[in-house]
């Protein structure tokens, strides 16, 4: 993917995924043909906490029960064009119906709400949809549960990709999830596999892992005013509340402040990124791929752990740290987005 196409990419996320910093794509199982996914599943960083009821009253304005009505492509660059792939967004028109939850003293939302969303990836005539992982596409003839918050430049957005709720039918999870239609049986049990393992959004203001269900299990099913009786008894972090006055990004920019960050998977990789021009020892490397091994399970765990152990100084493992190497770069790549290239010390410096 082209760095303006990447851009594109995220800035359309940016609508439903509340200023997403980081995306990349990955085919969706299911596919059409062996050449080509019928749908792109998008993964990207939440810019806000979105997973929990106590992110969504914490970080949310109000939540609605909207309908989108209509999509307008917004055309690709000349260079994509010419180049004859590239990336299509959307601009979505949203009819804000009932409000089931606002947060006291937030502003009121506007009737009608326009929001760039993902669109399609296309290579000459060939187009594939786009969506976000985790959340929907916002697609005219569905209905959506909303969270969303008024900006600091005035613009209302999706505090982030879980954010939205399938709201066909008058029943959460039935309607439009990920570019397909589905029932609320399939939205459950979609979400409930995806919780097993929250990411991104499924951060607390502390960093932590949210324990508790996400929203979107907790009412999958239900009316959307059921959404609003959670919320109602739902108590927000005391240092997001405390700071109510600031608009939601610079609100969990202070809270997020207050707290160092728990490590994570991709965090602790990052300084395996090549692009971070880092100079590792054997050792070093051997540190960050111990540490590694607590975030992981099974055989990605145990493949982890003899590349560890083996840049620690055990050399008996050298065969079997090259038959596992591969595959720990493409789970460290895959998960976290970044090139870690071959995985092999940067530095002869000397050891500690």
Partial sequence: MTPSIQAKLLSALAGVAALGATA??????????????????????????????????????QVAVVNVTSEAEIPASA??????????????????GEVVWSRPGAPTPPATLSLVVDGWSFKGDTRTAIA????????????????????????????????ALPYDSETIGA????????????????????????????????????IMQSVAELTVGKPADYVGTLLATTDPDPLAEANFD????ARFDTVAGVYEPA???????????????????????????????????????TDLGVLAAYHNGD???????????PGVITNIESQCGIEVGNLAPTSTASQE
């Fill in 315 to 325: 050399s008996g493992l050298a065969s079997r740290a090259d038959t596992v190497r």
């Fill in 132 to 163: 976000l992982e985790q959340s929907s596409r916002l697609e005219p003839g569905h209905s959506y549960v909303l969270s969303l918050a008024r900006l600091s430049d005035g613009t209302w957005s999706a505090i982030g990709s879980q954010a």
């Fill in 24 to 61: 990349f794509l990955v085919p969706l199982a299911a596919t059409d043909s062996p050449e080509r996914p019928h749908v792109i599943i998008a993964q990207g960083k939440d810019g806000l906490p979105n997973r929990s009821l106590i992110d969504w009253v914490s970080y949310g304005d």
């Fill in 263 to 301: 490590k994570t998977f991709c965090s602790i990789a990052a300084p395996l990124a090549l692009s971070e021009a880092s100079q590792l020892t054997s050792n070093e490397l051997g540190d960050i791929l111990g540490q590694l091994v607590a975030e992981e399970n099974g055989e990605d765990a």
């Fill in 175 to 210: 309607g439009e999830y990920q570019g397909q239609t589905v029932t609320a049986k399939q939205f459950g049990a979609a979400v409930k596999t995806d919780d097993d393992k929250p990411k991104g959004g499924g951060l607390s203001p502390t960093g932590a892992e949210v």
């Fill in 79 to 96: 260079e994509e064009i010419a180049a004859g792939e590239g990336y299509i967004s959307r601009r979505v028109a949203l009819n804000v």
């Fill in 246 to 249: 600031l608009d939601p990004i």
